[in-house]
């Protein structure tokens, strides 16, 4: 019997016409060609990061099975919990975490940041909206802020996703510091060797 193609549905002929390129074989290649290589990462691709109990601090009790010192210490009254320190990329995600009411000094982002509060409540000075847990933030390239965690705030956690450098400066303009993926990866690695899990823990959060 012969089939003219005249008399086939179009879209049955489009997916004919993908799945025959999709699954050609080229012959300098054909010996690596297999369905399931369509969907694996290639081996130069870097490794990717599973987390699987960053809501522990969602219950009283899961306080007791997570070790505290996964948390690096920058003041008094915050800390982070780094996710995914990206070096190639330059940007970080961490869990930033506040203990009481506090403020992070003012600063100047060069690149966007996305933030997701998951417990507590926080601001910022220059804006009048107020995060609740749930609430979404994208602060744009340009942004100058000061983070202030409500003073009757027992704890803060909001995950940010921060790209490029915060700029420390005074009331007055003039800059006093900075920080960047790579500042976070020191601060972590000088914490996490003086608290005994080794400077070399930090390295699975690493790309
Ligand atoms: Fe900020």
């Known amino acids: 019997m012969k089939i003219e193609m005249r008399h086939f549905p179009i879209h049955l002929l489009m997916v004919s016409a993908f799945t025959a390129s999709a699954f050609k074989v080229v012959p300098s290649f054909s010996s690596h060609l297999s369905i399931t290589s369509l969907f694996a990462a290639p081996k130069e691709a870097l490794k990717d990061i599973v987390i699987p109990n960053i809501f522990e601090f969602a219950s009283a009790t899961s306080h007791e099975n997570e070790d505290s010192r996964i948390w690096v210490p920058q003041t008094d009254c915050l800390s982070f919990r780094p996710l995914c320190l990206c070096v ?3 940007y970080y995600v961490n869990l930033l975490k506040f203990k009481g009411g506090g403020v992070l000094g003012r600063h100047r982002h060069s690149s966007p ?3 997701l509060t998951l417990k507590g ?3 910022y000075k220059e804006h009048s909206w ?3 847990p749930g609430t979404y933030v994208f602060e744009p390239p340009g942004e100058t802020h000061t983070l202030i965690v409500d003073d009757d705030c027992d704890e ?4 940010f996703h921060v790209t490029g450098t915060l700029v420390y400066e005074n009331e007055q303009g003039v800059v006093t510091g900075y920080d960047d993926v790579f500042t976070k990866l020191e601060k972590a690695k000088k914490w996490y060797k003086a608290c005994g899990l080794g ?3 930090v390295q699975q959060f690493v790309r």
């Open 88 to 90: 190639s990329q330059g």
């Open 113 to 115: 940041v996305h933030a």
């Open 121 to 123: 409540g926080w601001g």
């Open 130 to 132: 107020h995060a609740d």
């Open 156 to 159: 803060m956690i909001t995950l």
């Open 199 to 201: 400077e070399e823990f």
